[in-house]
């Protein structure tokens, strides 16, 4: 099955990624997480060690115990650049949440910790689903940011619901919204839920009978 990277920043809507893993590894999925450094301050580290099976990794200089290899695969010969390997091995990165700084990183090239390193070396698909409070959101340096990525290729997902993580309401596409295209546009429908924001292996789940 696939090589997944997960990228996990900082908002309230963390602790959904602890899910979003699970869902992933049962569908047999090789997941590593890569998470900012504000993201621990909302989730720890060992409930993803624990359900993917692999070390999560936050900074680009600490040593990864797997070598840039996802769970399940041959541990390397060698020590390779984590950042690099991980990057290099990955059929798909997804970010989830994708907390609007992070996003903010992420269209402007910043290469600040294994997340967004890695997100920048990667060349396989990748995907963010932003997470934030309807009016963050609705920021046109947000709408700005999302609209760059979506031209860099970066796919957004997100779904249809009424309620964040943080009480507030949201509209959304139903099936939510993602083109490789460069000239896609934003949406114009406010999103700040994401849940789950897997509509690109919505498939694979539900042949491994998630619900
Ligand atoms: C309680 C709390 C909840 C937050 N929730 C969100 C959120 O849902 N989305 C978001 O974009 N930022 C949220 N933030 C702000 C981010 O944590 C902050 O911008 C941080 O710098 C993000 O860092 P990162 O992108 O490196 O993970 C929240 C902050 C706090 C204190």
Known sequence: ?????????????A???IELARLLTRASHGVRVLMTPTAERFV???SFDGIVGGPVLIDEFERDP??????GEEPADHDPISHLELAARADAYLVAPASANTIAKLAAGICDSMLTTSFVACRAPRAVAPAMNDRMLRDPAIEANLATLAAFSS???????RSTPCGS????PAGGWGSRSRSAPPPAAPMSCWWPPTSIFRAQERSAGST
């Open 1 to 13: 099955m696939a090589r997944i990277l997960l990228g996990v920043s900082g908002g309230i809507a």
């Open 15 to 17: 602790y959904r990624a």
């Open 44 to 46: 720890g580290r060992p």
């Open 66 to 71: 797997l070598g840039g290899r996802f769970p």
């Open 155 to 161: 796919r957004r997902v997100a779904r249809a619901s």
């Open 169 to 172: 309401s949201a509209t959304a």
